[in-house]
């Protein structure tokens, strides 16, 4: 009796292309999001560590300031593609009028903020105190507040896929998909409105 299986999930043939959403089973938008959830969080991490540690540690303080500054750069980058391949899942994987679609406009207005402020972060750091021994005061704030908004936007994207079975190949029907001004709560039967025929997605 076999235990384990690989290939299926590292095959690519077959796979229908959906352009910029990536292919079936394997869209663009979750890895790339990956990025820079996980680098904002260690941003605001490196800046409280620097403004926490410039006492006794001074050259360490300088250092996860500098690093900082460079992973936020990076994580800017990574989210104006996900941004991208998220508009591509908004425009051709949902349609007004559902609860799917409220909430990927509530994901993407949550993740476009964050990324305005990790702009204003960005600018701050370069324009403003480039080169502090430290990690100033308005730079640790605005790193907590990013994390924490970042964090927010993805439990936000998380429910699309592990409540809605967004983009999951074999998620099936789900009320979330038909057209109606309810919203379905997890565990909460739908109403009798919700009960017609799903949408299906657009080719």
Known sequence: ???????????????????????????????????PITAYLFVAVFDVLSIALHSPYPTAARQLYVVGLWLLLGAVG????????GWADWR????PGTQARRTINAHAITMLTVT?????????????????AHAPVVIVV????VALSVSFGATIGGSLVYDYGF???TAGDHPVWHHSEV????GKKPAPEVSAQPVSEKA
């Open 183 to 186: 919203d379905v709560l997890p």
């Open 1 to 35: 009796m076999r235990h384990f299986t690989f290939r299926p999930s590292l095959t690519l043939a077959g796979r229908r292309n959906r352009g910029l959403r990536g292919l079936a089973g394997k869209p663009f938008h979750p890895p790339l999001t990956d990025i």
């Open 92 to 95: 051709r994987s949902s349609e």
């Open 142 to 145: 605005l790193s907590v507040v």
């Open 167 to 169: 983009n999951v190949e």
């Open 78 to 85: 990574a989210s104006l593609l996900a941004a991208l391949t």
């Open 116 to 132: 305005a402020l990790a702009l204003v972060d960005l600018a701050v750091r370069g324009l403003a105190y480039p080169d502090d």
